[in-house]
């Protein structure tokens, strides 16, 4: 666990450039984002993955993850291009891991199955943690529309639960 922290944060600034060029190419919606946003957001993700990685902690996976359900969602991204991104991370750390670990002595090959072990229950956890932000904001936003409908209708002295349509 200590060398994987290590090799990562060793690899940061090279995964996020690398993330930083891939993620905009090939996923059309993060073109649309300044290349500075879009780079904070990385550093940003790459912490808390961290984080949850060494710590097991997902706290600051989460906040993060509900200011990205929050600006993706205004910006009308599709929840498959956020996840796509979000993958895309765990692509580029098998990429750095495999560079690293070719060059350690004794068994790379058993530490890189085992790093990988980690970074896809991470990785796999972390998509779970965002799936269950994003539709909690989601819910949020169509509660708040709902109440609004409701106080509209309320001040105009619209009933729709009396309204029958007939189909013709």
């Known amino acids: 666990m200590i060398l994987l922290h290590h090799t990562l944060d060793k690899n940061r600034e090279r995964i996020i450039v690398n993330l930083l060029r891939k993620i ?16 904070e957001s990385l550093e940003y993700l790459f912490d808390a993955y961290i984080d949850l990685l060494v710590s097991k902690n997902s706290s600051n996976l989460k906040r993060l993850f509900r200011y990205i359900a929050k600006t993706r969602f205004a910006q009308s991204f599709p929840l498959s291009a956020i996840l796509q991104a979000l993958l895309s991370f765990s692509y580029e750390l098998r990429l750095v891991l495999q560079d690293e670990f070719r060059k350690t002595s004794g068994d790379g090959r058993a530490l ?20 269950d932000v994003y539709q909690n904001y989601v819910k949020s936003q169509i509660d708040d529309y709902n109440q609004y409908l409701n106080e509209q209708n309320q001040t105009l002295g619209i009933d729709l639960s009396k309204l029958i349509l007939f189909r013709a």
Do not use: G, Q, V, W
């Not at 993060?30 to 946003?37: E, F």
């Not at 890189?112 to 799936?131: G, P, Q």
């Open 24 to 39: 905009p190419k090939e996923i059309r919606s993060y073109a649309r984002i300044p290349r500075h946003d879009l780079k």
């Open 112 to 131: 890189f199955n085992c790093a990988m072990e980690l970074i896809d229950k991470t990785t796999s956890e972390s998509i779970f943690i965002f799936s």
